[in-house]
T-cell receptor, first 115, second 112 residues
Framework: AQSVTQLDSQVPVFEEAPVELRCNYS??????LFWYVQYPNQGLQLLLK??????LVESINGFEAEFNKSQTSFHLRKPSVHISDTAEYFC?????????????FGTGTRLKVLA | ETGVTQSPTHLIKTRGQQVTLRCSSQ?????VSWYQQALGQGPQFIFQ???????GRGNFPPRFSGLQFPNYSSELNVNALELDDSALYLC???????????FGPGTRLLVL
């Protein structure tokens, strides 16, 4: 069965510093990959996704993630973080060959941006 | 365009009771998926409804059941509530169950 590992449960980083949130998934022939962000007491908001094509995907607020098939990874990066990026980040995978496209989520990484 | 909405936002029940949570899908979407997010955990897939039929189920007992209506809104019903059912319940909609799912704000259920 597909699984997702987010090794870092918490990542503290100073404002304007770069950050990388790691995500690894178990091997599959093909996958769809997603990053969602969850602010306190809110639902999940889509940050970016990889479905096919270019392995580097970007969001409108400066995040990017790179699909690495050989490493089975989809790490999230931002070159300069802001206080407002403080949130929980979830990596998710789905199998495009399944009938449901259900998401398998990681356990999340809490990003805390320090002033 | 209206996003995914859920009601109620918060709910407190006692063990053994039954609860119904509601979800309205985003305009144009015909598929609804439900997830349970326990405190400090990632969301876990409960089940999905596509065109009013269950289209996949996660590892949850039968006391978790659902419905989808002709307007593609959905309900999640949980019978015989247990303390471990305390969680944030998230609804997500998509078109044809494909690709990207868009999440509602969730219903926070507390079972005492």
């Amino acid at each position: 069965a597909q699984s997702v590992t987010q090794l870092d449960s918490q990542v503290p980083v100073f404002e304007e510093a770069p950050v990388e949130l790691r995500c690894n998934y178990s091997s599959s022939v093909s996958v769809y990959l997603f990053w969602y962000v969850q602010y306190p007491n809110q639902g999940l908001q889509l940050l970016l996704k990889y479905l096919s094509g270019s392995t580097l995907v970007e969001s409108i607020n400066g995040f990017e993630a790179e699909f690495n098939k050989s490493q089975t990874s989809f790490h999230l990066r931002k070159p300069s973080v802001h206080i407002s990026d403080t949130a929980e980040y979830f990596c998710a995978v789905s199998d495009p060959n399944s009938g449901t496209y259900k998401y398998i989520f990681g356990t999340g990484t809490r990003l805390k941006v320090l002033a | 365009e209206t996003g995914v909405t859920q009601s109620p936002t918060h709910l407190i029940k006692t063990r053994g009771q039954q609860v119904t949570l509601r979800c309205s899908s985003q305009s144009g979407h015909n598929t609804v998926s439900w997830y349970q997010q326990a405190l400090g955990q990632g969301p876990q897939f409960i089940f999905q409804y596509y065109r009013e039929e269950e289209n996949g189920r996660g590892n949850f007992p039968p006391r978790f059941s659902g419905l989808q209506f002709p307007n593609y809104s959905s309900e999640l019903n949980v019978n015989a509530l247990e303390l471990d059912d305390s969680a944030l319940y998230l609804c997500a909609s998509s078109f044809g169950g494909r690709e990207t799912q868009y999440f509602g704000p969730g219903t926070r259920l507390l079972v005492l």
